[in-house]
């Protein structure tokens, strides 16, 4: 698959199968990440990868799916996670843009996941002491985002937003995701 392949194939993904993701992938998506821009190279991003079935379960309760759709969009029950990449900022390092540099190294994991056939959803809404407690993070590192990583057991569908950009899911249980096209979004030398 080429690069672009793989983006336009990527799509959140909320339902996986009951499959272990091996650690030796987990370390090439960070390290992947570990190469991403940095704002001034300043790399402020640290990672933890979570395989380990007991610590899985334990990121789950910090975590909230699909916010237009709840709870219909959550994980079933049996189809969660099977790994967990959580990024960190370490404060330590002076970050200049850590927003940026996190969302660099996460669209880093994504995209090299789906390369090797795992998928992903990028968390943002996280409880995020809950989850510094569970993985023993030291103070100067704040828990940015969770990348959920497993094989896909769902098939989201992209489609032209025509008005709202609400992901939803179809009567046959489809997750359907609209993107605005790129007529509205493409300008060609000017505004216009
Ligand atoms: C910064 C950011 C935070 C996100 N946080 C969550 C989240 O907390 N929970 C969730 O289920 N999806 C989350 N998502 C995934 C978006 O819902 C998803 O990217 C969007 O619906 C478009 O779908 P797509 O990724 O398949 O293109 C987040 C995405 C981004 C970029």
């Given at each position: 698959?080429?690069?672009?392949?793989?983006?336009?194939?990527?799509?959140?993904?909320r339902c996986?199968?009951?499959?272990?993701?091996?650690?030796?992938?987990?370390?090439?998506?960070?390290?992947?990440?570990?190469?991403?821009?940095?704002?001034?190279?300043?790399?402020?991003?640290?990672?933890?990868?979570?395989?380990?079935?007991?610590?899985?379960?334990?990121?789950?309760?910090?975590?909230?799916?699909?916010?237009?759709?709840?709870?219909q969009?959550?994980?079933?029950?049996?189809?969660?996670?099977?790994?967990?990449?959580?990024?960190?900022?370490?404060?330590?390092?002076?970050?200049?843009?850590?927003?940026?540099?996190?969302?660099?190294?996460?669209?880093?994991?994504?995209?090299?996941?789906?390369?090797?056939?795992?998928?992903?959803?990028?968390l943002?809404?996280?409880?995020?002491?809950?989850?510094?407690?569970?993985?023993?993070?030291?103070?100067?590192?704040?828990?940015?985002?969770?990348?959920?990583?497993?094989?896909?057991?769902?098939?989201?569908?992209?489609?032209?937003?025509?008005?709202?950009?609400?992901?939803?899911?179809d009567?046959?249980?489809?997750?359907?995701v609209?993107?605005?096209?790129?007529?509205?979004?493409?300008?060609?030398?000017?505004?216009?």
């Amino acid at each position: 698959m080429s690069v672009y392949d793989i983006v336009l194939r990527r799509r959140s993904i909320r339902c996986f199968k009951k499959k272990k993701v091996p650690f030796s992938i987990l370390k090439k998506l960070v390290n992947a990440a570990r190469l991403a821009p940095s704002g001034a190279n300043i790399q402020p991003c640290e990672f933890i990868a979570v395989n380990d079935q007991a610590t899985v379960n334990k990121i789950f309760p910090a975590l909230k799916w699909a916010g237009y759709i709840r709870p219909q969009g959550d994980p079933p029950k049996g189809r969660e996670p099977r790994a967990y990449i959580v990024v960190l900022i370490n404060r330590d390092k002076r970050p200049l843009c850590p927003e940026a540099d996190a969302a660099a190294c996460v669209e880093n994991i994504l995209l090299v996941a789906w390369g090797y056939g795992i998928a992903s959803c990028w968390l943002g809404a996280i409880d995020k002491n809950r989850l510094g407690r569970v993985l023993r993070c030291p103070a100067h590192c704040e828990v940015k985002y969770v990348v959920a990583l497993g094989y896909p057991d769902e098939r989201p569908q992209v489609e032209t937003a025509r008005g709202s950009i609400k992901y939803y899911k179809d009567k046959k249980s489809t997750l359907r995701v609209p993107k605005r096209s790129l007529k509205e979004i493409l300008h060609r030398n000017i505004y216009r």
